[in-house]
Every structure is written in C-alpha cells, then in structure tokens.
C-alpha cells in the first residue's frame, strides 16, 4: 500500500481501533490554487492551514473570518462548488472540491 502524504510532507495518521492508518489525502481548489489535504479535514481548517484569515467581505466592506468554529457565527462563509454562503467550519472537505473566499 503506497503512503500518502499532506502538503506538510508528513503522513496522514487516523486513528482505527486503537491502530494508526494511513489517511486519504485529496485534492481541493482553493481560491484556483490546488491543494493536497486530508479527507476528514473542515474547509475552514484548509483555508486557516493557507495561511489565510479573511474568509469573505461583509456588505460595509468589512473582512470576516470564523470566530465560533462550530457554524453559529456564519462569519465563515465561503463559497463552496458555486454556492455562496456556504458556513466552512462545518462542511468537511471532498474530492475536487472549489472553494472560494471573499477575502
């Protein structure tokens, strides 16, 4: 079985019954740059791991970025796969996944 590593170049681990496995690592767009993550990750935790802090623009023109990390807040909304407003703390990544932020 081939290992897969995430972009940080280290394996992907997940916990199985006591036993370490080999994660699936995917591939995502994110603001048209295409990323290695793995598949059990939050689309905000893909977009914080990108070093990225402005999620979208608020209709002042103010930049927001998630403040709750569990979908209360709505402040991290992004567009996923075409629909806006989508809350990234509570969708988990998938294959070929878009992503696009406002900021």
Do not use: W
């Not at 997940?14 to 080999?22: A, D, P, R, S």
């Not at 402040?75 to 809350?87: A, D, L």
Request: net charge negative.
């Amino acid at each position: 079985m081939a290992e897969h590593r995430s972009s940080s170049g280290y394996p992907s681990l997940k916990g199985t019954n006591g036993n370490l496995t080999v994660g699936i690592v995917i591939k995502l767009s994110l603001d048209n740059h295409v990323l290695d993550v793995d598949d059990d990750t939050t689309v905000a935790a893909v977009i914080l791991n990108a070093e990225k802090t402005v999620f979208r623009t608020s209709v002042s023109g103010e930049l927001r970025g998630p403040l709750c990390g569990m979908g209360i807040c709505f402040e991290c909304r992004v567009t996923i796969n075409g629909i806006p407003h989508q809350r990234s703390c509570t969708r988990t990544v998938e294959d070929e996944m878009e992503v696009v932020t406002g900021g």
